[in-house]
């Protein structure tokens, strides 16, 4: 007899991180959110089957530290700080990685899951405003999400992050809203950065818990931050 198993639909999401010189301070607070995520993954296996995480840094380049995988079973986190601080805070290097990521990553999740991929979500954190020109970063940005498929990007600042360029980062964007987060006022660089790590983590959890349960939703942690609206992005199937 034949006994045909269903493949979950996997979730990919890609963490996408500031390294410019300016995070120095803030390098472990963001290992140790990749600690957190794999621990979370290995905690449950129901997890670790659906959610799929990439890994990208960014400086005065970009480059993918991690490629998409199921972090159970990654083999580096763990050993050894991952990130390190670097040069200077290229977005338009950050978009043209990201947009060359999903290209290449999306045909090969949906070979594994036989067809079945959520839309990949994009956690970009950043401690500061792009270095790059400005037509060149907003290029760079356009053709990402211009591109198909286009990714959820959601994106999280603190320090000398500028709100009005976040909120342009921001997307998709419906009826001209934004969920962009920004540290709250008060908090230090060390307490905004590990309120963000923590935020991230939580978000994918709950977010990949939520495709489990067969309610697939965005959702979105917000302690310890400000300017966050309460209407996340549709997660649909690409």
């Known amino acids: 007899m034949n006994v045909q198993v269903e493949q979950a639909a996997l979730a990919p999401f890609y963490l996408v991180f500031d390294v410019s010189y300016s995070m120095a301070d803030e390098m472990p607070a963001l290992n140790q959110a990749l600690r957190d995520l794999k621990n979370e993954m290995l905690k449950s296996p129901i997890l670790a089957d659906i959610a799929r ?16 995988m199921d972090l159970a079973q990654d083999e580096r986190i763990g050993r050894g700080d991952l990130l390190e ?21 999306l045909p090969l999740l949906k070979a594994e899951s036989g067809g079945a991929v959520y839309r990949p979500m994009v956690f970009f954190v950043t401690d500061g405003h792009p270095t790059d020109d400005d ?101 649909d199937m690409v």
């Not at 005065?60 to 530290?65: E, I, K």
């Not at 670097?86 to 290209?103: N, P, V």
């Open 53 to 68: 995480v990439s890994l990208i840094s960014f400086s005065t380049d970009a480059r993918v530290v991690i490629p998409m």
């Open 85 to 105: 601080e670097e040069g200077a805070t290229s977005y338009a290097e950050a978009f043209q990685t990201l947009k060359d990521q999903i290209q290449r990553d």
């Open 135 to 235: 037509h060149e970063w907003r290029r760079a940005f356009q053709d990402l999400t211009t591109a198909k498929p286009f990714p959820n990007i959601i994106p999280f600042g603190f320090g000398d992050a500028n709100g009005e360029i976040l909120k342009e980062i921001t997307f998709p964007k419906k009826r001209g809203e934004s969920y962009y987060f920004i540290a709250r006022q008060g908090l230090g660089r060390a307490e905004a950065m590990a309120a963000i790590a923590k935020i991230v983590v939580q978000s994918v959890v709950s977010s990949t818990q939520s495709a489990a349960d067969g309610m697939p939703r965005v959702s979105l942690e917000k302690a310890g931050t400000e300017h966050v609206l309460q209407q996340a992005p549709a997660w």
